[in-house]
């Protein structure tokens, strides 16, 4: 090979890996700067899916909350509510709150449930005929605790199913 053939070809070598480093450093950048996504939960009905983000999401001290909008899935009286959780949810321990109304009445009746870490990443909210479920709430326990000792959630999801 010539020695100018070699020139061009270690000048196009060095060119490459300069390009390389930049683009390689222009996606860590962009990677390290966006925020974190929250984790959602998915929520399935009546043969319709939807993915809920955290209505509300706090660090464990209830500081650098963000909110987004209630999720919504008609859920119909006596059918049942799927929910799946990711690992950020179920691997830590969590309560789900039910809220069911007597359409007739309007008398509403309230459930909670609490599970364990990494026990289960899906749930069946049961319904019944004679009671709308009116809605539900995913909750992670934070390091804040209320004047009875029991902590306050830090996210929330909750889905409205009426």
């Not at 490459?16 to 480093?21: I, P």
Request: glycine residues 6%.
């Amino acid at each position: 090979m010539k020695a100018r053939t070699k020139k061009t070809l270690a000048l196009l070598l060095v060119a490459l890996v300069v390009v390389a480093a930049g683009v390689a450093a222009t996606v860590w950048k962009l990677v390290d700067s966006a925020e974190p996504a929250l984790p959602t939960i998915t929520a399935y009905a009546y043969g319709e899916t939807v993915t809920v983000a955290p209505a509300q999401h706090c660090n464990l001290y209830l500081e650098d909350c963000v909110e987004h909008p209630l999720g919504e899935l008609y859920v119909p009286a006596g059918y049942p509510l799927q929910l799946s959780l990711p690992a950020e949810i179920s691997d830590a321990p969590w309560r789900m709150i039910t809220v069911y109304g007597d359409t007739r009445t309007g008398q509403t009746f309230l459930d909670g449930q609490m599970f364990e870490a990494g026990a289960q990443r899906a749930v069946t909210v049961p319904s019944d005929p004679a009671l709308q479920l009116l809605g539900v709430e995913i909750q992670l326990p934070s390091a804040v605790v209320d004047e009875a000792g029991e902590p306050i959630a830090h996210a929330v999801w909750a889905i409205r199913t009426f």
